[in-house]
């Protein structure tokens, strides 16, 4: 099962103010409001579409609450003047509802001018989930928002993955220094680097040493099931059903990551597999109502 982007989370940092402008590069714009009637961005968009109606009411606020590390943001200065920043959330990310107006705050802060942003709002559903209408993130690894990608020319130097490790200042001044920084989720770039290195086939036959080397990168189930689910909807079912049996021998215990397999098999049209996994995650969570759901969908 899909786990939410959580709103409220512990990594606070608050700094000083300062009322300049920037706007991400203008690219076309679209919006989309579900079934329930709450609008979503998708696509290129600028910071002042998020500071209409209904997004002001938290990028306004968290813009103007976060305090900026002075020292470190003005160590930043020298170093951003001929850097590109990529700037992938989702407006319905209450991760990305905290970070991004600290982002522009501190870009804005560190001089950084229009032309050098860009963003993009990715989508949240199933069939689309973490991509853009015009597909801006293929091929770039977004798997988790925020994404703040920083690029020298065209070439990445390195990027904060959803929060920062340390501070976005200090972050941000390891990555256009080129000093050594390992962004969060460790355990999803390595899998993501085998994966491009290697045949998925010979990966699932060396499961059992590929998930011994994950079980030391990975802190929770939800990195190695978020990256599942972006594979899923991009159709590498080959790579996500990987994602998912590795989760499953990192984290035995889990209910969430059977559930997980039992939806990739019902989608392979697996249903012999899929049964078995609903029932594992019955077997960890007998009220399950959702494992219910589904195995009584499948008789």
């Known amino acids: 099962m899909k786990l939410i982007c959580i709103a409220a989370m512990a990594f606070l940092f608050y700094s000083c103010q300062r009322k300049t402008t920037l706007q991400a590069a203008i690219s076309p714009q679209q919006t989309y409001t579900d079934p329930s009637g709450n609008p979503m961005l998708l696509g290129h968009h600028t910071k002042e579409d998020l500071q209409q109606t209904p997004y002001k009411d938290w990028f306004d606020k968290n813009y103007a609450a976060y305090q900026i590390d002075s020292a470190s943001a003005n160590a ?14 989702g407006t319905w990310c209450g991760d990305s509802r905290r970070e991004v107006p600290r982002m522009f705050k501190l870009l804005e802060y560190a001089g950084v001018t229009a032309s050098q942003v860009t963003m993009i709002m990715l989508d949240d559903h199933d069939s689309t989930y973490k991509q853009s209408p015009d597909h801006a993130e293929k091929g770039k690894f977004i798997h988790r928002v925020p994404d703040l990608v920083v690029y020298n020319g065209k070439k990445e130097m390195n990027r904060i993955v959803e929060y920062p490790v340390v501070s976005l200042e200090k972050d941000l001044l390891c990555i256009v220094t080129a000093t050594a920084y390992q962004p969060n989720y460790r355990g999803a770039v390595y899998l993501q680097q085998r994966v491009t290195a290697e045949k998925t086939d010979l990966l699932i036959k060396d499961s059992s ?3 011994a080397h994950l079980k ?4 929770h189930s939800a ?18 059903l990987l994602a998912f049996q590795l989760n499953a021998q990192v984290f035995p215990n889990d209910a969430n990551v059977y559930d997980s397999l039992g939806e990739i098999n019902l989608k392979l049209n697996n249903k012999a597999a899929a049964r078995k996994y609903y029932l594992k995650v019955l077997d960890l969570q007998p009220e399950n109502a959702h494992a219910k759901k589904m195995l009584t969908m499948m008789q």
């Open 216 to 219: 030391a990168l990975l802190q």
């Open 209 to 211: 040493n590929l998930a």
């Open 76 to 89: 930043l200065k020298p170093f951003v003047k001929n850097k590109r920043f990529e700037i992938f959330m």
């Open 223 to 240: 990195e190695l099931n978020t990256l599942g689910y972006v594979w899923m909807a991009a159709g590498e079912t080959d790579k996500a």
